[in-house]
């Protein structure tokens, strides 16, 4: 079973516009990550961001944490085709099973040249 | 090696066949996680290594699944009895830290 929910399932924009994503967890975190996905390659890190934070950026990424919400979002700036892709959300549990990433079911994007 | 890499790439195998799938993780990397893909899915986890020792494997969907990591590095994992349901994406991650994940490209297995 999967912790998080992405959501749109899928989306499809114009290149230079702004792509945004949310996901929903179920349980209290240590952190969150955002991870990418190319069509038939294994996922990449993007960002981490904490508990105790409620914003982090990294280039074009803009990553949100509402820990009262259980939810996250990720905004790409300006995207480019280069951006299509699948993402993913990844929470860990506090206790003892802290090591476990727990990835959403995820948001395929499209970015139309 | 420069990043996780696994072994094969494709994998087809008859029903009820045994198939074995290699990982090599990042050189020095504690942390060694197995995941399985479905199409259209997110990873879901299987099992946990730190160092030679599997400190969890409450995710193998049964008792036909067993991973290994016998020296602290390299990793297998062996399905025995293969079924249909077993296609999917099997993603190796190996971590120092136990929080950024680094990925391979994944086994994609096929059960026909």
């Known amino acids: 079973s999967q912790q998080g929910e992405e959501d749109p399932q899928a989306l499809s924009i114009q290149e230079g516009e702004n792509a945004t994503m949310n996901c929903s967890y179920k349980t209290s975190i240590n952190n969150l990550q955002w991870y990418r996905q190319n069509s038939g390659r294994g996922l990449v890190h993007l960002i981490l961001i904490r508990s105790n934070e409620r914003e982090k950026h990294s280039g074009r990424l803009r990553v949100t944490l509402d820990t009262s919400k259980k939810s996250s979002s990720l905004l790409i700036t300006a995207s480019r085709a280069a951006d299509t892709a699948s993402y993913f959300c990844?929470?860990?549990?506090?206790?003892?099973?802290?090591?476990?990433?727990?990835f959403g079911s995820g948001t395929r994007l499209l970015v139309r040249p | 090696g420069a990043g996780v890499s696994q072994s094969p790439r494709y994998k087809v195998a008859k029903r009820g066949q045994d198939v074995a799938l290699r990982c090599d993780p990042i050189s020095g990397h504690v942390s060694l996680f197995w995941y399985q893909q479905a199409l259209g899915q997110g990873p879901e986890f299987l099992t946990y290594f730190q160092n030679e020792a599997q400190l969890d494997k409450s995710g193998l969907p049964s008792d036909r699944f067993f991973a290994e990591r016998p020296e602290g590095s390299v990793s297998t994992l062996k399905i025995q009895r293969t079924q249909q349901e077993d296609s999917a994406v099997y993603l190796c991650?190996?971590?120092?830290?136990?929080?950024?994940?680094?990925f391979g490209s994944g086994t994609q297995l096929s059960v026909l």
């Open positions: 990844a929470t860990d549990a506090r206790g003892d099973s802290s090591y476990k990433l727990i």
């Open positions: 991650a190996s971590s120092s830290l136990n929080e950024k994940l680094f």
